[in-house]
């Protein structure tokens, strides 16, 4: 225990020296016990910072070093690296946060001063107990699976089986291609949206090494990076999959009725159904909730016409379990359920609509087929008001960000319905416009030199009287208020993650942000992976994105499971809890306290004297130390935070 | 006058909910009184109430425990196991004469800075409206 520790302190430029006073650290930090050197640099993750960490490991003969710098999610890593390069375990190297937990935090310098000695004291108290540690390798599976079979996960899924790398995509829905399909055409090129994604649908469904697995969901998932069990729920479809062909005869006589999720209500759907005629398996699935047989057994025709007699109604729902060693979440989006919303009439009127609807008016292969009609009578309308910030940027009672596709997709809409009724009127409220992206700007001038109207003002109110949709604004530009009376409304209402991905998120344990998005692991530099190693995010899910912003996440997440796929082996973090064979009574009780199954009991022969002792299965152990706090007899101890060493770590942020 | 008592606060913060939202406190540049030193742990299942006694024993007036929200633990369970340890802590605390509100548990997610900041600066005024802890000599470590 006679170590020869080194307590290195960054200034963080002024970002730590600012508040926290370096050299009274220093002066007393120099003088706790085990401490040999102290030093300070101007930005230790620097070059020559890290030079001078390496030089004074080397010249000071260093046992442990602790450098005293920002959080040890940034750089506790590099710092790990530099003293390894110059032969010091890498475990012998701690980090005191005392720049997001202690200068950022305290203005005022003294307590600042104080607070850092006591979180640097912490931390050398924790390096005078550490011991060397060698990661465990363990074997990756280089096998991947994609949740979500929008437009982000299908590209993941295409770009990691394309590297040669198989694919499992997960698709809740029947068919994959979400919320892409439904579009018409797309900003700013105005290209058809199903004539660009429907070739990369195919593509995904015939590629060998990509499996689809659509109606099907995650249900649970085991393991760790590079070696993950998923559970796969697949729902019963009623029908067999593998017989059907997609003919279609079934969907013919189907006598049930139910409002299209696809054309978002506004078209009935059968029982037996596909979710359009482009569905990637062109497969379809019975609901049961509202199929005359399930509800009254009297009715049979699908399975009568079947000319393959795929029917199966007696079909249930089933679990497969694939090994993966990558998941890549692209759950996507949904649109923000303005029902309750201020008095927006949403589910009072018919002709308020959302921009999802009105995508599916517009869309050659909608309810319309293509052609401009009000839901309520079916009369084209000739004036259209389209409310942006619907539920954005509204901290009060909405969301408080911006959804940042609406005000192109609203110019788009605005532009698509000029094209189609000349003589309408295009009516646009808006906060800010914001065309931040190529072209857009170009795209939004074109909107309004097309003869659309923009209305810098909120909206208030918006309610049904005789054959009109009344909206009642204001014009922040002119002060006035203003009083529209249109055909119908299109809002763009705020973009919220699916309401599955809560489910998802608390299979995975991933984690999610206030509004549940899921988290990246670093707002700029890491902003495809997650703080949990294995999972990459693509697509909406993970915050509001355009098809092209979420296509290139999509592929930046394939790069990085490709990245991990590439190596042979991985290491797995070593500060697991092991067993003292001696005090070990052989209770069990960390056998069931330990979530991952990493703890076992066996008859062992210890000292020449048969017992019951806990054998650790090392590569399964994931370091939480729940065991250790279990033990009754102390024989748990966790690598590196052995209970001895917190007693001491305690005491140390208490002197002073 | 007599120095104003400066209550002193361990902490222990589980590395993926807690500890996150205290860096993102900082990286907000939210503020909150020093008093507490951040002990960061996988989770905050590894608690042991022996450490909680502990920090007790060497002079702490406080003791602060961070976890992820229940449902959210990266270790899957690992918050349960403290939820369910805290009151059987409490109870000895009782036992040994010290105010079982000495002692408090959070859920702090990630995203949660401004909940951390409110948490501290509050349990931070508590404590200090307590005063200090005092143990009887017998229980304090003697070192």
């Not at chain 1, 506790?76 to 005191?96: D, Q």
């Not at chain 1, 949403?346 to 087929?369: C, H, M, N, W, Y």
């Not at chain 1, 009754?632 to 001491?648: G, H, S, T, Y």
């Given at each position: 225990m006679n170590k020869r520790i080194g307590v290195v302190v960054c200034h963080c430029g002024i970002n730590i020296a600012g508040v926290v006073k370096i050299p009274e650290v220093l002066e007393t930090i120099k003088t706790l016990p085990g401490v040999a050197a102290v030093r300070d640099h101007m930005y230790c993750c620097s070059d020559p910072g890290q030079n001078m960490i390496k030089d004074l490991t080397k010249s000071e003969k260093l046992d442990a070093v602790v450098v005293a710098?920002?959080?040890?999610?940034?750089?506790?890593?590099?710092?790990?690296?530099?003293?390894?390069?110059?032969?010091?375990?890498?475990?012998?190297?701690?980090?005191?946060?005392?720049?997001?937990?202690?200068?950022?935090?305290?203005?005022?310098?003294?307590?600042?001063?104080?607070?850092?000695?006591?979180?640097?004291?912490?931390?050398?108290?924790?390096?005078?107990?550490?011991?060397?540690?060698?990661?465990?390798?363990?074997?990756?599976?280089?096998?991947?699976?994609?949740?979500?079979?929008g437009v982000a996960g299908i590209q993941a899924a295409l770009d990691i089986a394309n590297a040669g790398y198989e694919v499992v995509l997960v698709e809740k829905d029947p068919s994959i291609g979400g919320h892409m399909a439904q579009l018409s055409e797309t900003f700013p090129t105005l290209d058809c949206s199903q004539c660009i994604l429907t070739p990369k649908m195919v593509e995904a469904y015939q590629h060998p090494k990509i499996k689809l697995l659509t109606y099907s969901e995650v249900a649970d998932v085991s393991g760790y990076v590079g070696n993950f069990k998923v559970k796969v729920r697949r729902k019963p479809a009623y029908i067999d999959w593998d017989v059907c062909n997609g003919c279609g005869q079934c969907l013919v006589k189907c006598p049930g009725r139910k409002e299209s999720e696809f054309d978002r209500g506004m078209s009935k759907r059968k029982a037996v159904y596909r979710p359009f005629p482009q569905a990637v398996p062109n497969r379809p699935v019975i609901d049961a909730s509202i199929c005359v047989h399930f509800k009254t057994g009297r009715c049979s025709i699908c399975a009568d016409v079947?000319?393959?007699?795929?029917?199966?109604?007696?079909?249930?729902?089933?679990?497969?379990?694939?090994?993966?060693?990558?998941?890549?979440?692209?759950?996507?989006?949904?649109?923000?359920?303005?029902?309750?919303?201020?008095?927006?009439?949403?589910?009072?009127?018919?002709?308020?609509?959302?921009?999802?609807?009105?995508?599916?008016?517009?869309?050659?292969?909608?309810?319309?087929?293509?052609?401009?009609?009000?839901?309520s009578d079916g009369k084209v309308p000739k004036r259209v008001v389209f409310v942006q910030c619907a539920g954005s940027r509204d901290v009060e009672n909405g969301k408080p960000y911006c959804s940042k596709i609406c005000c192109m997709y609203t110019a788009k809409h605005a532009m698509l319905y000029k094209h189609r009724v000349h003589d309408g009127d295009a009516i646009v409220f808006y906060i800010d416009v914001r065309t931040g992206g190529k072209g857009f700007e170009e795209f939004y001038k074109r909107a309004t030199d097309e003869g659309v109207l923009y209305v810098r003002g909120k909206v208030s109110k918006i309610y049904r009287q005789g054959d009109k949709v009344v909206v009642w604004g204001a014009d922040t530009l002119t002060g006035q208020k203003v009083q529209v009376e249109a055909d119908m409304v299109v809002l763009a209402n705020a973009m919220?993650?699916?309401?599955?991905?809560?489910?998802?998120?608390?299979?995975?344990?991933?984690?999610?942000?206030?509004?549940?998005?899921?988290?990246?692991?670093?707002p700029k530099l890491r902003p495809v992976e997650t703080l949990t190693a294995g999972y990459f995010l693509a697509g909406a899910g993970q915050g509001p994105k355009d098809i092209p912003e979420a296509v290139a996440q999509a592929s930046g997440a394939a790069c990085k499971v490709i990245g991990l796929f590439s190596n042979k082996t991985l290491s797995h973090d070593p500060p697991i809890a092991g067993i003292d064979e001696d005090a070990?009574?052989?209770?069990?009780?960390?056998?069931?306290?330990?979530?991952?199954?990493?703890?076992?009991?066996?008859?062992?022969?210890?000292?020449?004297?048969?017992?019951?002792?806990?054998?650790?299965?090392?590569?399964?152990?994931?370091?939480?130390?729940a065991c250790s706090s279990a033990?009754?007899?102390?024989?748990?101890?966790?690598?590196?935070?052995?209970?001895?060493?917190?007693?001491?770590m305690v005491e140390a942020g208490l002197e002073g | 006058m007599a120095?104003?008592?400066?209550?002193?606060?361990?902490?222990?913060?589980?590395?993926?909910?807690?500890?996150?939202?205290?860096?993102?406190?900082?990286?907000?540049?939210?503020?909150?009184p020093p008093n507490m030193t951040p002990i960061m742990f996988f989770c905050s299942g590894r608690v042991d109430p022996q450490h909680i006694l502990h920090a007790f024993r060497s002079g702490a007036d406080g003791v602060f425990i961070g976890g992820c929200h229940p449902g959210d633990c990266h270790?899957?369970?690992?918050?349960?196991?403290?939820?369910k340890r805290i009151p059987m802590v409490k109870k000895l605390m009782r036992d040994m004469g010290i105010e079982e509100d000495r002692l408090r548990l959070e859920w702090v997610s990630a995203s949660e800075g401004d909940k951390f900041t409110k948490v501290i600066t509050q349990f931070v005024e508590q404590i200090r409206g307590m005063g200090p802890l005092k143990l009887p000599a017998k229980q304090r470590k003697v070192s």
């Open positions: 710098c920002c959080s040890p999610t940034l750089h506790e890593s590099t710092f790990r690296k530099a003293v390894k390069s110059v032969g010091l375990n890498p475990y012998l190297c701690e980090i005191a946060n005392i720049r997001e937990q202690c200068s950022w935090v305290t203005p005022d310098r003294d307590e600042a001063t104080k607070k850092a000695i006591r979180i640097i004291r912490t931390q050398v108290a924790r390096a005078r107990w550490d011991q060397p540690l060698e990661p465990i390798d363990v074997p990756v599976t280089r096998r991947a699976m994609v949740v979500g079979g079947c000319p393959l007699k795929a029917i199966r109604y007696d079909q249930k729902e089933s679990f497969v379990e694939e090994s993966v060693g990558a998941i890549v979440i692209a759950t996507g989006f949904e649109l923000y359920d303005l029902k309750d919303y201020s008095s927006f009439g949403v589910g009072k009127t018919q002709d308020v609509i959302d921009g999802l609807q009105f995508e599916r008016i517009l869309s050659a292969s909608g309810p319309t087929s293509g052609e401009v009609k009000r839901p919220t993650p699916t309401p599955e991905s809560a489910e998802l998120a608390g299979v995975l344990k991933a984690q999610r942000d206030e509004h549940g998005f899921f988290n990246e692991a670093h070990c009574s052989g209770c069990g009780v960390c056998v069931d306290v330990c979530p991952y199954g990493a703890r076992e009991l066996v008859e062992k022969d210890v000292k020449g004297k048969m017992k019951k002792v806990i054998k650790v299965n090392e590569v399964l152990c994931e370091c939480c130390g033990c009754p007899v102390a024989a748990c101890e966790q690598r590196n935070l052995k209970d001895e060493q917190i007693q001491e | 120095d104003k008592f400066e209550p002193r606060i361990t902490g222990f913060v589980c590395k993926w909910c807690t500890s996150a939202g205290a860096d993102l406190a900082g990286t907000s540049r939210k503020t909150y270790y899957q369970e690992g918050n349960y196991k403290t939820m």
